[in-house]
């Protein structure tokens, strides 16, 4: 028996340590599958928002985290950080049609999450029952709309 995939499928995953470093691996990670796959369009958009998320869970959690980079196709590709904390952050914990309003200027942070409401097409965090930690989730590509201005 054959299996056989559209072409413009793929995945992606890798486990991340509980490490400073892990945000520059995971940027390093998407750069490279999305250079592969000619994705290009989308690149800084998902480096930047993979950096925020894979930096907050070393900032907000003490164990592993899991990057997934997913293409479903028809130019799309989906980002999953999974870690071992259940708590999900807004604005993953809201529909991507409510909006948070931004961090304050003088805040030390707080502006990561919010650019995944201003630059991903889609977004959500589901939790992985008992003890499992959530994954948070976004995606670009196929239905690409402009950033707000505030």
């Known amino acids: 028996m054959v299996t056989v995939a559209p072409p413009d499928t793929w995945t992606y ?3 991340l340590p509980h490490d400073p ?3 520059r691996v ?6 490279a599958a ?9 690149l800084d958009v998902v480096e930047l928002l993979t950096s925020e998320m894979v930096a907050n869970v070393y900032r907000h959690t003490d164990g592993p985290a ?9 130019g799309r590709l989906r980002v999953g950080v999974r870690d071992g904390h259940p708590y999900i952050p807004a604005p993953f914990a809201k529909p991507p049609g409510d909006r948070l309003p931004p961090a304050p200027v003088d805040g030390e942070g707080g502006r990561g999450l919010y650019l995944v409401q201003e630059y991903a097409d ?4 589901w939790p992985l029952g008992r003890g499992g930690g959530k994954l948070l ?4 590509g196929g239905r ?5 201005v505030a």
């Open 34 to 42: 999305l250079a592969g796959h000619g994705m290009g369009e989308v």
């Open 137 to 140: 989730w976004f995606e670009v």
């Open 26 to 31: 995971a940027r390093m990670t998407v750069r």
């Open 144 to 148: 690409r709309r402009a950033p707000r």
């Open 13 to 15: 995953a890798l486990r």
């Open 122 to 125: 889609w977004w959500g965090g």
């Open 21 to 23: 470093r892990a945000a």
């Open 66 to 74: 899991s990057l997934r980079l997913t293409a479903p196709g028809g």
